[in-house]
């Protein structure tokens, strides 16, 4: 399975995590606990631009689940990477 890439110019990161965690946990993104009740969304946007090293990780817990996001783009839910739509 290969990771989920972004395109920094038109993609949120913030809003590709909500999108993985609902693929992860078969809910609708609508339904799921706010993303800003755990990390800041705006700052996790801020922080994975363009310039960001592909050796970047940011690690936070989401209920249950673990949440790991890289600097190429790739997002990891509980160890799984997830591609979103």
Do not use: K
Request: proline fraction near 6%; include cysteine.
């Amino acid at each position: 399975m290969s990771g989920t890439t972004l395109d920094y110019h038109n993609d949120s990161l913030s809003l590709s995590v909500i999108e993985a965690l609902a693929d992860a946990t078969d809910t609708d993104p609508v339904e799921l606990e706010p993303l800003y009740h755990v990390v800041d969304p705006e700052a996790l946007d801020q922080l994975f631009q363009g310039t960001t090293p592909a050796t970047a990780r940011v690690q936070f817990s989401y209920g249950e689940h673990t949440v790991e996001v890289r600097g190429d783009g790739t997002i990891l839910v509980d160890g799984t990477v997830h591609e979103c739509p």
